[in-house]
């Protein structure tokens, strides 16, 4: 096994690592842009980082639901938290083979596993009561209204592009296999968990643990996860080389390092909307208070020359 440097590092992948727009989603495809998202996360094993890889599944957890949808009366109904197990294994093995077939190819000796990963959250969080979160296809009023009454479902208008599905996103408390992921990180194994955010669960009165249709940000879950098995880096991988403040506009200022204080007061300013940046400022946040040594946001292309600070948003504490 190669060298490793002591240090622990979660690199969360952003949806656009295998499903990217405009493009066919086919499972070629999908295992195509898999391929091309792993050159950071190689040069970090390069490096001899101890890694957890997690990952969005936004636009696969949407097909396989609408897969259900147009099996309904000829195949049982799947739930949601199943089709997110699903997700989580499917996207797992493309992950897996890809840095099994890279790693071999570069001359790494490193492990790599997909854990299925269930993640509890309160069954009292208020988004349960009021969901929010956006999934699957749209349809007309009309049709939405009907599925509401029919599937018991609940709908609502998304801006102008038609109806939708909505569910509710809790809050991440805690990884089930926290314990195990940490085992096999610390041997050196790269782990890839908490896919789409991970299963929701919850512990019923009895103390056992239970499903429930909801979806967990994906990078929220990757924070939790990343304090309980102690890492010190917190990687988000995503579409834009930097963060910005005043994103789009003429004062637009691209952000290189800032502390957390610093980047509070930016959140308190408006600056990272909730449909955007916003969660992955809350998860950098969370993670930095919860134990965490620095987040990095950038690009996939940057994740290497980011450990050394030539690019992407570092977040560091006070």
């Known amino acids: 096994m190669s060298q490793?440097?002591?240090?622990?590092?979660?690199?969360?992948?952003?949806?656009?690592?295998?499903?990217?727009?405009?493009?066919?989603?086919?499972?070629?495809?999908?295992?195509?842009?898999t391929r091309k998202s792993l050159d950071g996360i190689v040069e970090l094993a390069r490096a001899g980082y101890k890694l957890v890889i997690t990952h969005g599944n936004g636009p696969q957890v949407g097909n396989a639901i609408l897969r259900v949808e147009l099996?309904?009366?000829?195949?049982?109904?799947?739930?949601?938290?199943?089709?997110?197990?699903?997700?989580?294994?499917?996207?797992?093995?493309?992950?897996?083979?890809?840095?099994?077939n890279r790693l071999k190819k570069e001359g790494l000796e490193r492990p790599v596993v997909t854990i299925?990963?269930?993640?509890?959250?309160?069954?009292?969080?208020?988004?349960?009561?009021?969901?929010?979160?956006?999934?699957?296809?749209?349809?007309?009023?009309?049709?939405?209204?009907?599925?509401?009454?029919?599937?018991?479902?609940?709908?609502?208008?998304?801006?102008?592009?038609?109806?939708?599905?909505?569910?509710?996103?809790?809050?991440?408390?805690?990884?089930?296999?926290?314990?195990?992921?940490?085992?096999?990180?610390?041997?050196?194994?790269?782990?890839?968990?908490?896919?789409?955010?991970?299963?929701?669960?919850?512990?019923?009165?009895?103390?056992?643990?239970?499903?429930?249709?909801?979806?967990?940000?994906?990078?929220l879950a990757s924070a939790v996860l990343g304090n309980e098995i102690q890492a010190e880096i917190l990687i988000?991988?995503?579409?834009?080389?930097?963060?910005?403040?005043?994103?789009?506009r003429l004062d637009e200022q691209w952000l290189n390092q800032v502390t957390v204080s610093e980047m509070e007061q930016y959140v308190k300013d408006g600056h990272f909307p909730p449909g955007s940046m916003g969660p992955k400022i809350q998860a950098a946040l969370q993670f930095l208070k919860g134990g965490g040594k620095e987040v990095i946001i950038t690009s996939f292309n940057n994740a290497g020359k980011a450990l050394d600070g030539t690019a992407g948003t570092r977040i560091v504490p006070d």
């Open 71 to 100: 099996a309904r009366g000829q195949a049982p109904i799947l739930p949601l938290g199943v089709c997110v197990a699903d997700t989580e294994g499917g996207m797992g093995y493309m992950i897996e083979q890809s840095l099994q």
């Open 236 to 248: 988000i991988l995503t579409s834009v080389d930097r963060v910005a403040v005043n994103f789009g």
């Open 116 to 219: 299925i990963t269930q993640i509890i959250i309160d069954p009292e969080d208020p988004q349960i009561a009021k969901p929010s979160k956006y999934i699957g296809q749209f349809y007309s009023e009309d049709e939405a209204k009907r599925f509401a009454k029919e599937r018991g479902w609940i709908v609502k208008k998304d801006a102008n592009r038609g109806w939708r599905r909505v569910v509710p996103s809790p809050q991440p408390l805690s990884v089930v296999a926290s314990e195990t992921i940490k085992a096999l990180v610390n041997q050196g194994t790269v782990v890839i968990s908490a896919g789409g955010g991970g299963i929701p669960v919850y512990i019923d009165d009895k103390g056992n643990l239970e499903g429930l249709d909801a979806v967990i940000d994906k990078d």
């Open 4 to 33: 490793l440097n002591g240090k622990t590092a979660v690199v969360a992948l952003g949806g656009n690592a295998i499903t990217q727009p405009g493009i066919e989603d086919t499972i070629a495809n999908q295992f195509a842009h």
